[in-house]
C-alpha cells in the first residue's frame, strides 16, 4: 500500500513537473517572421476560404474559434484560436506557428501552400476586436511585373544602406514594388544578425533606408557582409543581394576556436576533458592487466593448492 502511495505520488510530480516546464517555455518567433503582414484582404471569400481549411486542419484540436471546445490534451492543451488572448498577436507570429509547429503541434510548412496559411491567418484575423491597423500595408497593390531587381546603394561615410526594388510590367515599363519588407542583415560568427528596424518597407518609390548600427564591429578594417532580401519569398520568390561594406567598427576579431571551449579543436579541448579521458583509458588498461595478470596466476594457484 505504502509503495502504491509513493508511485502515485511521483507521477503527480512528474505531471506538475512536465508541465510546468513546458509552460513556461516561450514560443519564441523570428523578429523578421513577426513583422511579416498577411498580403491578402479580409474579404468575404478569403475569410470563407480560410475558414475550410481551418475546418479540416486545424479544428480537430483547436475546436471552433471563439468558442473553446479545444481537445483536452495534456501536459499543455491547444488554444482557441479565435480568443482575442491569441490575437494579441502579429499576422507574422500566428503564420509562422502554422508553418513551422512545435511539439504536439504539427508542421504544415510542406502540406499547406504559402496563399493556404494565409487565409487561416485571414479567417482567424476576423475574430479580433482590435483589428490591426496593418491592413493598410495589405491593401497596397502591386501591378504584375517579372524581372524584379533589388538594388543596393551604401553610403559608408553616413553609414546608411538604401534599398530599391522595381519591376517590370507587360508594357515594358519599371516600376517601383510599394509596401514589401526587406530583412537586412549583418553575417555574424553563428548566423546573422538583423538590422532592419521595425518599418522597413518600400514605399512610393520602392525604397527603403536604414541606419546601420553605430557600434557594430567589422573585421579589421571594419567590413561587415550584408545581406539584404525580400522578407517573404511568396512575393517574388528568392530575391536577394549580398556585399561586403565597410560599415562596422575596426575590430581585430577573436577566433573562438582559438580558445579552450568544449567546440574548439582536439589541440584546445579543456584540460579536464582531457585529464578525463586520460584517466578513463589508463584506468580501463589497469583493469585489463590486471584481469590477465589474474589469469595468469590460476595455474600457479592450483599447483600450490595441489
Avoid at 72 to 77: F, S
Avoid at 200 to 211: H, L, M, R, S
Wanted: glycine share 6%.
Amino acid at each position: 500500500m505504502k509503495n502504491a502511495i509513493k508511485i502515485i505520488a511521483s507521477l503527480f510530480l512528474i505531471v506538475v513537473f512536465t508541465t510546468t516546464v513546458v509552460k513556461a517555455e516561450d514560443w519564441a518567433v523570428p523578429n523578421s517572421s513577426k513583422k511579416k503582414q498577411n498580403p491578402y484582404e479580409a474579404s468575404t471569400k478569403n475569410i470563407s476560404s480560410g475558414k475550410k481549411i481551418y475546418n479540416i486542419n486545424c479544428k480537430s484540436c483547436h475546436g471552433d474559434a471563439t468558442m473553446g471546445n479545444m481537445l483536452p490534451l495534456q501536459p499543455v492543451a491547444p488554444s482557441d484560436l479565435g480568443s482575442q488572448a491569441f490575437l494579441v498577436q502579429s499576422d507574422g507570429e500566428i503564420y509562422y506557428k502554422i508553418n513551422k509547429g512545435r511539439a504536439a503541434m504539427p508542421t504544415f510548412e510542406k502540406t499547406l501552400s504559402d496563399e493556404a496559411k494565409w487565409m487561416v491567418v485571414t479567417y482567424l484575423r476576423s475574430f479580433d476586436k482590435n483589428k490591426k491597423a496593418s491592413k493598410q500595408v495589405a491593401e497596397i497593390k502591386n501591378p504584375e511585373v517579372t524581372d524584379v531587381k533589388l538594388v543596393l546603394d551604401i553610403n559608408q561615410e553616413d553609414k546608411k544602406v538604401a534599398a530599391n526594388l522595381t519591376g517590370l510590367t507587360k508594357k515594358g515599363d519599371r516600376v517601383a514594388l510599394q509596401g514589401i519588407e526587406l530583412s537586412i542583415k549583418v553575417k555574424r560568427s553563428f548566423g546573422y544578425l538583423d538590422v532592419s528596424g521595425d518599418d522597413a518597407f518600400t514605399d512610393d518609390k520602392g525604397n527603403v533606408e536604414i541606419n546601420f548600427p553605430a557600434d557594430l564591429p567589422g573585421d579589421r578594417e571594419g567590413h561587415v557582409n550584408l545581406l539584404v532580401k525580400v522578407t517573404d519569398d511568396a512575393y517574388y520568390g528568392e530575391l536577394a543581394v549580398d556585399r561586403i561594406a565597410t560599415l562596422g567598427v575596426p575590430t581585430d576579431p577573436v577566433n573562438p576556436l582559438d580558445e579552450r571551449a568544449m567546440w574548439g579543436t582536439r589541440a584546445n579541448a579543456p584540460i579536464w576533458i582531457i585529464v578525463s579521458y586520460a584517466g578513463g583509458v589508463i584506468g580501463i588498461w589497469g583493469i585489463i592487466f590486471l584481469v590477465l595478470f589474474q589469469l595468469i596466476q590460476l595455474p600457479k594457484l592450483a599447483k600450490n593448492k595441489e
